[in-house]
């Protein structure tokens, strides 16, 4: 896939992040939107920026941001960036998005949120990063995307880095070892 980044990431360091994701996470009720808030937090990025999705059947569903939720769902046999990430179990960085086929009605979709602005609230994906939600069993219950938005790449913002993309991971298996696995899947 052109200008992707695929990582066999086996122990990769743990960031002094989690602590508050794990925090977020050891509340009751687990919200998807506090949990997604938190993850912006960690890569600097809008919580619009953030996308959850979980496996259902053969489909992913859209679990955050809310907008989506109704939107549709995605094939996991399609050509979608999150079905190859659920299929292949492989992380990937894509930091020229804007070049890569890809299925753009999810970016067309309209939603305002707190930090959005007018000004804001149009930007296609510049960036993006992709990995699986992997629970204790080994299964693929979920994609974990990170994007940065914007009216061309610079405005974006900086290109994801190796040491992101690692993070990510460690992000997602906090995540998949976690009770928003069974919130998730039982909502």
Known sequence: MENATALAIENPPVPTEL?????VLSQEPIRSEDVCAEIADIFGV???EVALLCVRDTLLKFIFPEALKQAGSIPISGSAIAARTALTKKPEV??????V?????????????PEETPSTESHVIQ??????IINEEGTVWGILQVCRKGFDSKLA??????????????????????????AVVQS
């Open 19 to 23: 602590d508050e994701l794990k925090q």
């Open 101 to 113: 086929r890809h299925i753009g009605i999810f970016e067309s979709i309209k939603f305002k949120q």
């Open 157 to 182: 913002g900086p290109d994801f880095s190796r040491e992101d993309l690692q993070k990510m991971v460690v992000v997602a298996r906090t995540l998949g070892s976690s009770p928003i696995a069974n």
């Open 127 to 132: 960036k993006l990063m992709s990995v699986p």
């Open 46 to 48: 809008r919580d619009s």
């Open 94 to 99: 894509f930091n020229n998005f804007v070049k």
